[in-house]
């Protein structure tokens, strides 16, 4: 295992239509977050999982996002009727939970970069 | 959201200079991170401070965290062109969000 990996790497798509997103964590982590990077701005957080459940989500997102993590391991990240907002980098991060709810370090993919014409 | 403010937001500096990045926010937090970004990859994780006043060097790179754990600084002694990237500090609230400042953009000339 070399790392989170995440696919696409790149997607352009037109406004109005859908598009989902893979990530692939480290194995052993149970931990997997959802972020969203746009140029010259740090991640801003969309969406959390520990093992297959979504623990949290922001409030920014709208309801055109879900994301799943159907088994625990791999997660997806849909966007509906996109939109030229939506254009971003959406990075995907895995880590390992530790005792005391501790933050733990964060290992990112590469990154699926969006763009919306 | 707690927010994080980070700054300068853009630096430009020469080789062998130093200098201070500040990420600073009005919330209280159990545990800050700091994390580089370069251009086409996710952030890599440099530390994380913990402890009120705490003080961790790695290398070049000295990172603090302040008394009441409301803010944290990043000095870089001798910049190398090596340390070009986007420096992120990241904290947790009270829910499982690792939330992410805007950042400071560094780039060192040779």
């Known amino acids: 295992d070399t790392g989170v990996s995440q696919d696409p790497r790149h997607k352009i798509t037109k406004r109005g239509q859908n598009v989902t997103f893979r990530c692939d964590p480290i194995s052993e982590h149970n931990r997997l977050y959802w972020y969203r990077q746009t140029l010259g701005q740090g991640p801003e957080f969309l969406t959390y999982f520990q093992n297959e459940a979504q623990l949290e989500k922001s409030r920014l997102l709208s309801d055109r996002f879900s994301a799943e993590r159907p088994k625990g391991s791999f997660s997806t990240l849909e966007i509906q009727r996109t939109e030229q907002g939506d254009s971003a980098m959406y990075l995907c991060a895995s880590s390992l939970g530790s005792a005391g709810g501790s933050i733990g370090e964060l290992f990112f993919g590469e990154g699926s970069r969006l763009t919306v014409l | 959201t707690q927010l994080l403010e980070q700054s300068p937001q853009f630096l430009s500096i020469q080789e062998g200079e130093n200098l201070t990045v500040y990420c600073n926010s009005s919330?209280?937090?159990?545990?800050l991170q700091w994390y580089r970004q370069e251009p086409g990859e996710g952030p890599v994780l440099l530390v994380t401070?913990?402890?009120?006043?705490e003080v961790k060097k790695l290398k070049r790179l000295t990172f603090q965290f302040g008394d009441a754990r409301k803010d944290s600084s990043l000095h870089i002694t001798a910049a190398q062109p090596g340390d070009t990237g986007l420096y992120l500090c990241a904290g947790r609230g009270s829910g499982y969000a690792l939330n992410f400042g805007k950042g400071t953009s560094l780039l060192v000339t040779p």
């Open positions: 401070v913990v402890t009120g006043g």
């Open positions: 919330s209280v937090f159990s545990s």
